[in-house]
């Protein structure tokens, strides 16, 4: 073999290694079953099947970059949008571009944008806190963002205060906690369902019954969610205490914390600025990014200012730098949610329309992933009267069968749970009183089995 050839293939090796190890090529929600995307409209609880393929299409790389083509709808039904948002989610073309090798940024730190700034790994965008809108401090009243007049100078960020989208836009998010820009459907925050929270602070799931792209366990590290634009991993809400992976699993804590104030006359750093509104109950604390300030932590599960840290994790044995999808202790989202005020790393992804450079398509050995022992499921209410739910912990990056039958084992009726999402419902109006068995099965192999009470009176 010439040494041309020789370099060629090993070439060709190192990428195949790369490939099998490398969480960034991996670990997307490949849609290998045509799956597609459904959505409410208000006033209409049944779903609408859309004709638009949900999670990621292809993942394909080269030595420096790995391209996720996706269209940004999620397996998990999106809408309705009860602030009067008229958009709805729709496809998304092009390619996220994210780099495969991540690198510290040594120099100023670089602030999140508003836009994209992440992609979780059903192919879904990653916005910061912001929603384009600002005090104009010349009228005393918002700017930018839809209702508004434009922000002196054209631009929201450049405002000494800018709204937070959390407290200001959370009658419009869906029960998964998103909501479309133009069509581009997006999270501001954690992705798990406001339905799941230890505190309920929106009642959109009980109106529009949906899931999100995972459920919160306090008792395992959280999965792998998704990648910043700087190309660093993000995970859910709980992880290891301590960075090398002891300690046992806590609560990942934001180290933002809102000022103390009753009027906005300055910045936390001392900055005197143009003065906002007074903190009251149209504008309360929290409702600007400027209302918070960061207060370093000396514990290693309290994050640092661009919402992370250094730690070993499952996918990362060895240690990398990885940002946390915050909550506060009953589990709402915690400023600044997920990345931000700026990245850790060296912003470099973008979303590009073509793929300009010799790339490997990733094809897995197998779409199947081992459920086993870390399979969890609530069967929910016993007894049931028109509804069984099955909800899954975690996340799932496989399809689950569930099925229902009787005790003479009849099959009543199916469901399934898709990767990507995490509850599926039996409809129990048209049964008879009794008991009835909830088997759930990977492979055509039950792995949990349970009897539940179907009571009509």
């Known amino acids: 073999m010439s040494k041309f050839l020789s370099s060629v293939f090993l070439l060709a090796l190192c990428l195949q290694l790369q490939a099998q190890s490398n969480p960034v090529i991996t670990h997307w929600m490949l849609n290998t079953t045509d799956l597609k995307g459904r959505h409410y409209v208000q006033g209409n609880s049944t779903p609408i099947q859309d004709n638009v393929l949900a999670n990621v299409q292809s993942v394909q790389y080269s030595t420096n970059w790995v391209y996720v083509d996706a269209t940004g709808i999620p397996a998990y039904i999106t809408g309705p949008f009860l602030d009067g948002n008229p958009s709805l989610a729709s496809e998304q073309t092009g390619y996220f571009k994210i780099p495969l090798n991540p690198v510290f940024n040594n120099g100023t730190p670089t602030g999140t944008t508003g836009g994209n700034i992440g992609i979780f790994l059903n192919g879904v965008a ?209 400023y600044p949610y997920v990345v931000g005020p700026t990245f850790y790393g060296v912003r470099s992804a973008s979303k590009v329309q073509t793929i300009t450079e010799a790339v490997t398509t990733y094809s897995p050995s197998s779409g199947v992933h081992d459920l086993g022992s870390n399979l969890k499921l609530s069967i929910f209410p016993n007894p049931a009267t028109d509804f069984i739910a099955v909800q899954s912990s975690g996340m799932l990056r496989e399809k689950i069968d569930i099925r229902l039958t009787d005790l003479s084992g009849k099959l009543v009726q199916t469901a399934e749970i898709q990767p990507g999402s995490t509850i599926s419902y039996f409809d129990c109006r048209s049964l008879y009183d009794g008991i009835y068995v909830v088997s759930v099965s990977k492979n055509g192999v039950t792995v949990v089995a349970e009897k539940v009470v179907v009571r009509r009176d």
Not at 159 to 171: C, F, K, L, V
Not at 181 to 203: C, K, R, T, V, W
Request: aromatic share 12%; glycine share 10%.
């Open 126 to 334: 990653l916005f910061d806190y912001r929603d384009g809108v600002a005090w104009n401090t010349n009228t005393n009243a918002l700017c930018g963002g839809p209702g508004n007049p434009p922000c002196p100078g054209g631009m929201a960020t450049t405002q000494a205060w800018n709204r937070d989208a959390i407290p200001a836009e959370r009658a419009g998010f869906d029960c998964s906690k998103a909501h479309p820009a133009m069509g581009n459907y997006h999270h501001h925050q954690n992705p798990s369902a406001f339905n799941l929270d230890q505190l309920e602070i929106s009642n959109i799931c009980d109106l529009y019954p949906a899931d999100g792209l995972y459920v919160i366990d306090s008792t395992q590290h959280a999965p792998l969610l998704g990648f910043a634009y700087d190309g660093f991993p993000i995970y859910g809400a709980y992880a290891f205490k301590n960075t090398d992976g002891t300690g046992g699993i806590v609560r990942m804590k934001s180290a933002y914390r809102k000022r103390n104030i009753t009027v906005r006359t300055d910045h936390a750093n001392g900055t005197n600025v143009a003065d906002g509104p007074a903190v009251n109950t149209t504008y309360p604390l929290g409702y600007f990014r400027e209302d918070y300030e960061f207060i370093a932590g000396s514990s290693p599960d309290v994050l640092d200012e661009h919402n992370g840290r250094f730690c070993t994790t499952p996918e990362y044995p060895q240690g990398i730098y990885c940002y946390f999808t915050t909550v506060d202790a009953n589990w709402n989202s915690a």
